[in-house]
């Protein structure tokens, strides 16, 4: 009788995580990336963008979105993510933030996903063609969430200089339907940075960056432990 109730409720417990990692997965919507090659790196950036390459990758799916406060409230309520610093309970559409590198991995998993590679990352936001941007080759205030700090910078007056809604921004999709590639929040990836790897990379630029334009080949990192106001992620799977 014991090990019959034991063994229900077990069963009862897996049924909810894997209905709870179901939502999830869901309401993020990811898109196909279908298999080819695409060109990564820039001869525009940083000395850390080069050399330009070719790299070929099989399909993936990606999130539409970055990962959401009330997409993160599951795991939280599911007791597989930590609460982070930033509050769960208003504004539930906007990215969850203060996430460290190891809570944003926590949080895939428990999504059915994973952590994009920085080649994942990069492809999904620019394409196959090369492009700067994720719509194109040219900067534009009104495609992304970017280049205001404190009423400073490029899109100031344009931009609110805070992390929006997912979404916010359609106008600036990738060619495969990933929002929000560029600005609004700086997104781990799973790589270690090649020049330092006691640090992850960070892609995608932020609201705030506004002395770092939102390119797709644009790379920084940070300590696996750091946590910010503009630092989200989101995730992938096969």
Request: charged share 25%; net charge neutral; aromatic share 8%.
């Amino acid at each position: 009788m014991i090990r019959a109730m034991l063994a229900t409720g077990i069963f009862l417990l897996a049924a909810a995580r894997s209905d709870a990692t179901r939502a999830v997965g869901e309401a993020s919507g990811r898109v196909l990336v279908p298999a080819g090659p695409f060109t990564r790196g820039s001869t525009h950036g940083a000395d850390d963008e080069r050399p330009v390459k070719v790299t070929t990758l099989p399909a993936f799916r990606i999130d539409r979105t970055e990962v959401t406060r009330a997409m993160y409230g599951r795991c939280v309520a599911a007791r597989r993510c930590k609460p982070p610093a930033a509050s769960l309970e208003t504004e539930p559409n906007l990215p969850v933030t203060q996430v460290d590198w190891g809570e944003a991995r926590a949080f895939c998993a428990f999504a059915g996903g994973r952590l994009p590679s920085e080649d994942e990352w990069e492809k999904a936001a620019r394409g196959s063609d090369g492009r700067e941007f994720p719509w194109g080759k040219e900067l534009d205030c009104a495609r992304a969430n970017w280049g205001n700090f404190e009423n400073e910078g490029p899109c100031a007056g344009k931009n609110p200089g805070k992390p929006v809604d997912v979404g916010s921004y359609p106008q600036g999709a990738s060619p495969f339907g990933a929002l929000d590639m560029a600005g609004n929040v700086w997104e781990w990836v799973a790589d270690k940075y090649d020049r330092d790897p006691t640090r992850r990379v960070v892609r995608g630029g932020s609201c705030c960056s506004y002395f770092v334009e939102p390119r797709a080949a644009n790379r920084n990192a940070w300590d696996p432990g750091h946590r910010d106001g503009d630092l989200g992620f989101r995730c992938v799977s096969r």
